[in-house]
């Protein structure tokens, strides 16, 4: 069983949202007091909805336009559907396809949660008891003076196959760590970068790498994570090339509709087109970790960071030798809503 509320606008529908979050809502685009995207815009504001499911919206008009669907469907619109070839049949098709569609994503994301909850778990006791075997080895590193080549050898090993352990328990653990303490405000990229520079400024400067960063936009999101996104980047493109050469990396910014364009393209060795889709899954690497030194998580805790910010990420094809990797974000609502007035001054 269940009950329909019918409301006569969009601020009262937005009132009747932030009451009781209904499960399935069937929003007309041309309301008396707002269009359907203003509608859209309202629902997204995390104050609003007290339950953390949003409802399935599918938008309903009189003329269809591509445009706008696109915008309703980016702004979470399940679907968008043309009142003259509407039929009771369809509307009921569709919510029902929809919200299996959002039982079968809510059953999936349960499972991950799950599944990032026993990595986070795990990662953070091995810590310990790696710590302590490093220190160990390195203690009879140090004490093996007088040992013979292959002993002296064996530890040697021991030591950096420890080490790197560490190192890919440290990247688990900040894979994992993104989205489960995450703060959202307004935030800085330009300081975001700052901080990434200056926690690679030991790799800058031991490569010679000459780093350019343009000026970089305001948005909304985790400061945490968007630092863990432009030192990954930025360290990768320092990090994977020639030892002839120094590296050089730029990143740039621009506009594109309601979202910003990032892009950091680097001189170095690249990725190969049939690895560019691999490499942003977890453990994954184009290069041999005998010859670049890394754990394979640094590109998917990209990827797992631009998508809890809404955004995509991608290796585009570079002008020359090197690598481009393009990400986007969300443009914030108010400038958005000023860019038409800042082109008509």
């Given at each position: 069983s269940y009950g329909i509320r019918v409301t006569g606008s969009g601020r009262e529908g937005l009132r009747a949202c932030r009451e009781r979050c209904p499960t399935a809502l069937l929003l007309d685009y041309l309301l008396p007091d707002m269009d359907g995207i203003e509608f859209l815009e309202n629902l997204r504001d995390p104050s609003l909805l007290r339950e953390s499911i949003e409802p399935l919206v599918i938008v309903s008009t009189g003329q269809g336009s591509e445009e706008i669907a696109v915008r309703c469907l980016k702004l979470g619109a399940y679907d968008y559907l043309v009142k003259e070839n509407l039929t009771g049949q369809e509307l009921h098709r569709t919510i029902r396809a929809g919200l299996i569609q959002r039982d079968l994503e809510r059953r999936l994301r349960e499972k991950q949660d799950e599944l990032e909850s026993f990595a986070f778990v795990a990662a953070?006791?091995?810590?310990?008891?790696?710590?302590?075997?490093?220190?160990?080895?390195?203690?009879?590193?140090?004490?093996?003076?007088?040992?013979?080549?292959?002993?002296?050898?064996?530890?040697?090993?021991?030591?950096?196959?420890?080490?790197?352990?560490?190192?890919?328990?440290?990247?688990?653990?900040?894979?994992?760590?993104?989205?489960?303490?995450?703060?959202?405000?307004?935030?800085?990229?330009?300081?975001?970068?700052?901080?990434?520079?200056?926690?690679?400024?030991?790799?800058?400067?031991?490569?010679?790498?000459?780093?350019?960063?343009?000026?970089?936009?305001?948005?909304?999101?985790?400061?945490?994570?968007?630092?863990?996104?432009?030192?990954?980047?930025?360290?990768n493109a320092v990090k994977f090339q020639p030892a002839s050469q120094a590296p050089f990396v730029r990143v740039t910014c621009e506009e594109d509709g309601d979202q910003w364009v990032?892009?950091?393209?680097?001189?170095?060795?690249?990725?190969?087109?049939?690895?560019?889709?691999?490499?942003?899954?977890?453990?994954?690497?184009?290069?041999?970790?005998?010859?670049?030194?890394?754990?394979?998580?640094?590109?998917?805790?990209?990827?797992?960071?631009?998508?809890?910010?809404?955004?995509?990420?991608?290796?585009?094809?570079?002008d020359g030798p090197g690598t481009r990797i393009r990400f986007t974000l969300p443009r914030r609502q108010e400038q958005v809503d000023d860019a038409p007035e800042a082109l008509a001054a």
């Open positions: 953070h006791d091995l810590r310990a008891p790696l710590q302590k075997i490093s220190s160990f080895c390195e203690i009879l590193e140090m004490r093996s003076d007088g040992a013979d080549p292959e002993t002296a050898d064996i530890l040697t090993r021991i030591v950096r196959s420890t080490t790197r352990m560490r190192r890919l328990v440290d990247d688990l653990l900040a894979y994992a760590r993104v989205g489960r303490f995450s703060v959202q405000s307004s935030v800085h990229l330009d300081e975001v970068a700052s901080t990434a520079l200056s926690n690679l400024e030991e790799l800058i400067r031991r490569s010679s790498a000459n780093v350019q960063i343009d000026p970089l936009p305001e948005v909304e999101g985790d400061a945490a994570a968007l630092v863990t996104l432009l030192q990954n980047l930025i360290g990032f892009s950091v393209l680097d001189n170095g060795i690249g990725i190969a087109p049939k690895d560019r889709e691999r490499v942003f899954a977890p453990l994954e690497r184009a290069q041999s970790q005998d010859v670049y030194e890394g754990s394979g998580i640094g590109l998917a805790a990209c990827r797992r960071v631009i998508e809890h910010h809404r955004g995509r990420i991608w290796i585009a094809e570079p």
